[in-house]
């Protein structure tokens, strides 16, 4: 595997997840294949559970690991080509993407959009071209549209915790006070869209994800319809694909409660997480035995191991 | 040891003095023990001592260390229950603490007090919330009002250098520019009360520490008074415990000089660190022989592996 | 190996330098000599290179790696002695430089200048200071006036590079924007100066470096003479050392191109990184297959692995 930015870069899906269980079964079997090896990890954004988590994947297979939080550990990087670098950006990304592969056998890398110019942030400019630049495999910790190591955790939390073969889920667009990015939704999408499952998207008019990601999935706007016989809901806020990156602040009652959570099939509750409480969610919910927050958190070590143990096994 | 944030939670204050002797001794003994388990160091304020002792005990002990300046690292963290999380926040306490769990076989966490709200600092909201969700054993590097790592160093500093069975120990209040916390002193009170050891404070009138820890302590606001005899000076600034986080700043004649050391009984100077030179203490006297700043930076290694290790040896 | 700051420290440059290229061809040899032993990064600037290719070596050796940004991580730090520290800084650097010694075998800084006091600058006072206070070797990541990691990385490249015995370098100063230290340039003068090569230098009237450093070398205005029969050209930025710390925005005329390129022996192209494009050097140049600033960041590891290892082998 030479690159993980989305389901499309898995040959295979199903045997990617059987190996998230296999890792998940047996974390330290493999570190004879990590030793002397180095995963870098780049933010250009904040970051909780995928810095942690996929620390310990890397450290669980015999990894070094060195973090780097590149707004202000080291230098402002020039995206744009052919510039004459005479501003504020003191060093290009050919030359960023391309020596941190000196010094990394793998590199992850978070890049979060403007949510201010959608052609931009589609084209996943900024992570497309440190791929490009790289020498060494790359793993997306979260960029510009898609989160596809939140999305595998969810998978195999789904797996574990699903009692029909083919259950039922629910994305459910949930109320934020400031605008974020599509990036966990389109992600989930991409990647239940290649399970054995049934989803549907809620959301209210004007939130409806990229047409092209969503082909073929029902959206439907009527939250309790979309709820009914639903084994999992999953929460999640996204700003506006079409009218970019604005925010609805009069749409609170999207909120997920236990009246919701009773019209699905005694379905249980997902969130990628950071989430605000009491907006996006009440406490009566995550707080309850179907909420699966933090079964969700602990997979996230077990895709990225899964995912850095497919590089090192085919690595340069 | 599932917590380790006071003198409470040790059940045999001497057996863990001995141990942090013994791993002194031999430092690397224990890799076994650590290997493949993970710490976590959480910061909220600055570190240096606490940051890098603590990582070199965990790596002394084979362990892996993941540190997290939750600040700027991560997301803004909201502390209240039952909040409806619409403003700044963005990630509820609950969530982080148990989700960093996922990933870390201990945690230690830094939290400095408000120094303007008493009764919530003193109930150690943070510390405690952040203990009552977290599921793994959580180490304090610092609360609202204790420091218990750097009052086991001062511990197994004292028994290191002490001449008799049971020496004079005289804990001096220092002037400084700026509220600084209660917490080294209170912390000092609270382990020299478990040990043997004659303690008096010294302090200007307006600064005694919280009475219900200073129970049974001698107050004494004659410096000269207080130094006599003493084999043991340890200086530390707090800011007013009864007018709450005020500072005087007309006091500096607190300040310990060559003179005030001449007063005791050949004793001994010690500080927590960080100190402000020539405003706590003339350069003459940290500068001397007499000085023991150094071995108590030296010494939290130890205080913080011995601590690692009980953790480690019954957990989960 | 006590302190690695300069040319100066450095008995032999001859082994230093095959030193590097042994470690190059097996970089995992001696791990058995860093166990257990542990490197202290501590950054006051913005590092990229220097903080992962010196971490990247230290793990090759299999030391431990701790990195600190002394400005938010720590407190702010005092430099001068005999203060009355009443002010902004809270840690003297006397206790910073003893106490961090208590943690680590060997100690990197890195320490900018100011560029406004040149007397201060030139007599690298801090790193001095620190040097003085550590009980620790301590590595240069870059000080006020030299940058010997980048040099030893140079020499290994050119030596690597090199089609004759005795190759013609030239250092070429270069435009840009912003004040920018000497140190590069000063070090490249100073370790070329103590190899087999024929160094000359070209910059402007009004840019020459300090005299004593360059005494020796021929400094031609010229930039078109300089070039003729280059094999190598080091192109670098400085701001102004007889009108200390200026900068001159006019003089864009001598940027690389490829025509200046042609005016050299075949010549290669090398920088240090980061690198203002279309300010410093053409995008024709730096993408061309003469450029070698890729090898020469990937020899950083190399160089500070060396140096670390002498530091290691005869260490306390």
């Known amino acids: ?72 550990d080291g230098w402002a990087i020039e995206m744009d080509d052919g510039t004459i670098m005479d501003q504020g950006s003191q060093e290009h990304i050919r030359e960023a993407a391309a020596v941190i592969s000196q010094y990394c056998e793998i590199i992850g890398i978070r890049t979060f959009p403007s949510l201010t110019n959608r052609e931009k942030d589609y084209k996943e400019e900024v992570l497309k071209k440190f791929i490009r630049h790289a020498q060494v495999p790359v793993v997306s910790l979260e960029s ?33 006070p400031k605008a974020l990015p599509q990036a966990v939704a389109n992600s989930f999408v991409e990647w239940m869209k290649a399970a054995e499952a049934d989803l549907v998207i809620s959301n209210p008019p004007g939130f409806d994800l990229a047409p092209e990601l969503t082909k073929g999935v029902p959206i439907i706007h009527d939250q309790k319809k979309a709820f009914t016989g639903a084994d999992f809901i999953y929460t999640k806020n996204w700003s506006s694909f079409s009218n970019y990156g ?3 602040t009069g749409l609170s009652s999207w909120m997920i409660d236990a009246e919701k959570m009773s019209w699905t099939n005694q379905g249980k509750f997902m969130h990628c997480l950071p989430v605000r409480r009491n907006v996006v969610v009440a406490d009566e919910v995550i707080d309850s035995a179907a909420s699966l927050v933090l079964e969700q958190a602990n997979n996230r070590t077990y895709a990225a191991q899964a995912v850095l143990l497919k590089m090192l096994q085919n690595e340069r």
């Open 246 to 248: 604005k925010v609805d």
């Open 1 to 72: 595997m030479k690159q993980f930015t989305s389901v499309k870069d898995v040959p295979d899906v199903k045997a990617l997840l059987k190996l998230t269980q296999e890792v998940k079964a047996a974390p330290y079997e493999h570190q004879a294949t990590g030793k002397n090896k180095t995963l870098g990890l780049l933010f250009f954004n904040p970051s909780l559970r995928t810095r942690l988590s996929t620390q310990r994947a890397a450290m669980n297979l015999g990894m070094n690991v060195m973090v780097m939080n590149l707004n202000s």
């Open 144 to 176: 510009a549209t898609l989160h596809p190591l939140q999305s595998l955790a969810d998978l195999l939390t789904i797996e574990e915790q699903k009692k029909v073969e083919r259950p039922k889920l629910v994305l459910s667009w949930a109320p934020h």
